[in-house]
């Protein structure tokens, strides 16, 4: 197997996912298969093939520097679930 | 520090750009505005929201990628480096990895005694800035600006190359120097817009391989940096002599305490899972744009310094004092252009002497100052045609930094035209000489130093207006 569990556990950690057994097991499973699938394009001769990231001659868009309001910034704290004032508040992270 | 050990260092300085928005929304850079009032779905993260670069931000870090040397990448592109924090909305910082715009390069440190040191450039790169967390504001919680979240930076990544605390901050005073004179960074240590993290190490000297290192964050002034690395050398070299081994970790530089403590694990990189954005094209960036900006750059730190030695004729020294800043450079110029008619060197003395003693007791700015070039200029005429002596001049100048007004109209007011008028002045030489016969015999029995004494008592006399050159003569003959 290409992912072990002990590489999921590692990966959900850093993405702050909590599995149990089960959902690790099952996890670890469905991303075998998944670079299984993927691993399919490896038979196919990229020898003198330059990688394909992008579409060809496409870069991005620039914009100039000139400041455009967003005015509905209360509303975005409303949304978050706990605000003060201006602030966002989140749960203490140092102590 | 024990001789058998060579500290091996190298910086990362993050540099924030001066644009007015940010690198990937049009939202604006102010600092100090209201708490999340420059915000939008794009710096807040919100699903569906998508980044369009500033082209001003290309620009800014084009320009000092080619003030330092370093080649200008065609090509680039934007990844991204995965961690959560608070500070940081979308879950990833937008950055470059694999293809930064730029590489290598070298910035010209200069050491104290005068000699320069070459600190390679590895890379300088394109991304945005983390929002604040201010863990002080209520009891339960910590409370989240995100006004900077977004903000273009540039990371300056150093070979490992610095030696010593000193060249680390000889490294930085330059760096510094240079983004200020580009125009690209308000340089400010203390409000955060130039960061600085170091990787140290030690070895044996003559070594070539390297030791662990460690990384130290979180110096917030250019001696905080100095302080920090020679600590964390001397911990290193404790550890090593003692027969303990330096396990690589991050740590951060307590101001108060001026020592280093580990970070907490909460506070820790992780594993940070680059890759290319998908929400970006590469970065392109034209060869015709990358010559003209080359064409826009400014006359640069190092050619203005030797540029001031070989026009105005001035010691290295005082190039490189009044090349500290642009605006002092230019203060500099202007005053010596205007007043034509003084030697530059002298012009140099005043200003690295009067002129910086006075904006250092107020903590002001050269481009703040009351007394302009053409004023300072004004003075020099003056003592140039003999109206006022060198003596006056002095308190003429502290006269116009005090009030704004200008030389002529001091002098005018204040009655402090110098006497050049010889019948005046013998006068008071005939009358101090005659009150003085003790001293006028030791003179002739050959004191010279008494000489001065007489001078002093003339120009007491005189209150300062004397000509001295006039009053040296007389006296000579009076004496004789």
């Known amino acids: 197997m290409a992912v072990s569990k002990e590489e999921v556990r590692k990966i959900a950690d850093l993405a702050r996912l909590r599995l149990d057994e089960a959902e690790t097991g099952r996890m670890t499973r469905d991303m075998n298969e ?34 455009v309001r967003f005015d509905n910034t209360g509303q975005a704290l409303k949304n978050a679930p706990r605000s003060e004032g201006r602030f966002f508040i989140v749960p203490r992270v140092i102590e | 520090m024990s001789h058998q050990w060579e500290p091996v260092i190298g910086l990362e300085v993050h540099a924030q750009l001066k644009t007015g928005t940010k690198t990937f929304c049009r939202c604006s850079t102010q ?13 807040l993260g919100l699903p569906g929201a998508l980044p369009v670069l500033n082209r001003e931000a290309v620009t800014m870090a084009v320009k000092t990628a080619l003030a330092f040397g370093c080649k200008v990448h065609r090509q680039s592109i934007f990844a991204r480096k995965n961690y959560f924090y608070p500070d940081l909305p979308k879950g990833y910082q937008i950055s470059q990895y694999e293809q930064p715009f730029s590489s290598d390069g070298t910035v010209e440190a200069r050491l104290e005694d005068g000699t320069s040191r070459s600190i390679r450039l590895n890379r300088i790169h394109l991304e945005e800035d983390a929002g604040k967390s201010i863990h002080t504001a209520t009891e339960s919680g910590t409370a989240v600006d995100l006004n900077r979240c977004g903000t273009p930076l540039i990371e300056i990544v150093s070979e490992p190359d610095i030696r010593s605390a000193e060249e680390a901050y000889a490294y930085l005073s330059r760096l510094r120097q240079t983004l200020l004179y580009l125009g690209v960074c308000d340089g400010n240590m203390e409000e955060g817009s130039l960061r600085c993290d170091a990787n140290i190490s030690v070895r044996k000297a003559g070594a070539s391989g390297f030791g662990t290192r460690t990384e130290v964050k979180n110096m917030n002034s250019f001696r905080g940096v100095e302080r920090a690395i020679n600590y964390e050398v001397e911990r290193q070299i404790s550890v090593l002599e003692s027969g303990g081994e330096v396990v690589q970790e991050t740590l951060l530089w307590d101001v108060d305490k001026q020592a280093v403590r580990p970070m907490r694990s909460k506070e820790e990189a992780n594993d940070y899972r680059y890759f290319p954005d998908p929400d970006l094209l590469p970065l392109v960036v034209e060869d015709d744009w990358v010559a003209g900006l080359e064409k826009s750059l400014p006359e640069l730190p190092q050619a203005r310094e030797k540029r001031f030695t070989n026009q105005y004729g001035l010691p290295e020294y005082d190039s490189g004092v009044l090349t500290v800043t642009r605006e002092l450079a230019d203060y500099f110029e202007e005053t010596a252009r205007l007043a034509a008619g003084t030697d530059p060197k002298k012009v140099s003395n005043w200003i690295m002497g009067e ?20 004023q300072l200029a004004g003075m020099f005429g003056l003592i140039e045609e003999g109206t006022i002596s060198g003596k006056i001049a002095k308190t003429v100048f502290e006269e116009m930094a005090a009030s704004g007004k200008s030389a002529a109209e001091i002098v005018e007011t204040g009655g402090l035209v110098q006497i050049s008028d010889e019948s005046a002045i013998r006068e008071v030489v005939e009358r101090v ?8 015999a030791e003179y002739k029995a050959g004191k010279q130093k008494v000489f001065g004494f007489f001078m002093g008592q003339v120009m007491k006399e005189t209150r300062g207006k004397a000509n001295p050159k006039i009053v040296n003569e007389l006296l000579r003959k009076a004496l004789g």
């Open chain 2, 355 to 374: 002129v910086l003693a006075v904006l250092r007791d107020r903590n002001v700015e050269i481009d703040r100052f009351e007394v302009t070039p053409a």
């Open chain 2, 433 to 440: 000489v005659a009150g003085n016969p003790e001293q006028a």
């Open chain 1, 34 to 67: 998944i670079l299984d699938y993927v691993d399919k394009l490896n038979e196919v001769d990229t020898e003198n093939v330059s990688p394909l990231s992008w579409l060809e001659g496409k870069r991005t868009p620039m914009q100039d520097d000139r400041v």
């Open chain 2, 31 to 43: 600092f100090g505005d209201e708490p999340n009032s420059n915000v939008c779905p794009v710096c």
